[in-house]
């Protein structure tokens, strides 16, 4: 029988060299290649007739537009706007990985660390420069609450920062581990249907489809929880306040 | 008949969205908090926050000590110190989580 976690091996499907870099075309890359692909043509397709009164694919598409940009308005504000095509992008990359993950056969990418560490990154490292370029050198205040005796601040900083150091890394963490184990649970139960045969094999096959139904949720609630977080970063940087 | 009427619907369709979207800049406005784009934010996704919240800022203090300390060679000393001030920072961090929930459960009714 496969071993639960065989589904999360990367194959070289198209193995290339840089130099002594491996950057060959692996299932992962497929796979990213495919989101990217759906979700151009869910949106560019969709909104292709401009009609006035939606049709239902429109419907959806505008949909999953204004879901982001009330995201971002609500957490960020009007100065947040700009930075909507990035959170966007983010939202429907990451949702049409999870959502893509859940088809049998297909890879999930998102429960990889690297994949997920890669974008926490570049949010954390965009989020600093924004903070750094809208308040220069005052952007250091943000580790310096305010309030708080002198003598409280040479414990008070270390912690501070420590704490914004650890966002890339939860956030990063809180999408694979989802990811993954869901994945692996709903390998696990199916081994238990091939195990228990057609006569026990009917329990596990219902909760297989119960945590079918489950991971649908998470994988629109993942996507959330990371458009959500980056856009509450976004807001420290933009109106520094805790 | 449906193309007799359908300009006139089409035309009350854009009255109504216009009159809606100034309702929307108001509320905007004035308040902080916009209908529409409820948050589906079950119990299980605030545990598994909160859960990872702890868990990497500890790893993050960890990992920051020990690379310190394989830097100025004062072995296990600062990844002990770095260990505390992880745990504090998972604190912190859970603490705001919380914090930043419980204030929007309040403000939304929800």
């Not at chain 1, 694919?57 to 204004?66: D, F, I, L, T």
């Not at chain 1, 990035?86 to 049409?96: D, E, G, N, P």
């Amino acid at each position: 029988m496969a071993s639960p976690i065989e589904q999360f091996k990367i194959e070289r499907l198209i193995p290339l060299k840089l130099g002594s870099v491996d950057i060959s075309y692996t299932n992962s890359a497929l796979w990213m290649t495919i989101a990217v692909v759906v979700v151009t043509l869910f949106l560019v397709l969709g909104t292709r007739q401009r009609a006035l009164v939606p049709g239902r694919w429109q419907s959806m598409a505008e949909m999953s537009y204004e879901f982001v940009a009330n995201l971002l308005q609500e957490q960020a504000g009007n100065a947040g706007r700009v930075f909507f095509p990035f959170v966007f992008t983010l939202f429907m990359f990451i949702l049409a990985g999870n959502l893509l993950g859940l088809i049998p056969y297909a890879f999930t990418f998102t429960s990889h660390i690297v994949v997920t560490f890669g974008m926490a990154i570049v949010v954390f490292i965009g989020v600093t420069v924004i903070g750094f370029i809208k308040h220069g050198v005052h952007f250091l205040s943000f580790f310096v609450p305010k309030g708080v005796p002198a003598a409280m601040l040479i414990l008070i900083i270390p912690i501070e920062i420590l704490s914004y150091l650890t966002r890339p890394v939860s956030l990063a963490i809180r999408l694979f581990a989802n990811m993954m184990a869901g994945h692996t649970m709903l390998k696990v139960f199916s081994g238990f249907v091939v195990a228990l045969g057609v006569l026990g094999g009917w329990m596990p096959l219902a909760v297989n489809v119960a945590l079918t139904g489950f991971e649908v949720l998470v994988a629109f609630l993942q996507a959330y929880v990371f458009a959500i977080l980056t856009c509450i970063y976004l807001n420290d940087a933009l109106h520094m306040e805790h | 008949m449906a193309d007799e009427r359908k300009p006139t619907s089409l035309e009350d369709l854009d009255a109504r969205v216009t009159a809606a979207r100034a309702a929307h800049k108001q509320q905007s406005g004035d308040g902080n908090t916009v209908p529409g784009g409820k948050p589906p934010m079950t119990g299980f996704g605030l545990a598994m926050r909160i859960g990872t919240e702890l868990v990497a800022a500890v790893a993050v203090g960890v990992g920051m000590g020990y690379v310190l300390d394989l830097w100025l060679g004062t072995k296990p000393w600062l990844m002990v110190a770095f260990f505390f001030l992880g745990s504090a920072a998972g604190m912190l961090n859970v603490y705001r989580a919380t914090s930043y929930l419980g204030r929007r459960d309040g403000s939304d009714g929800s």
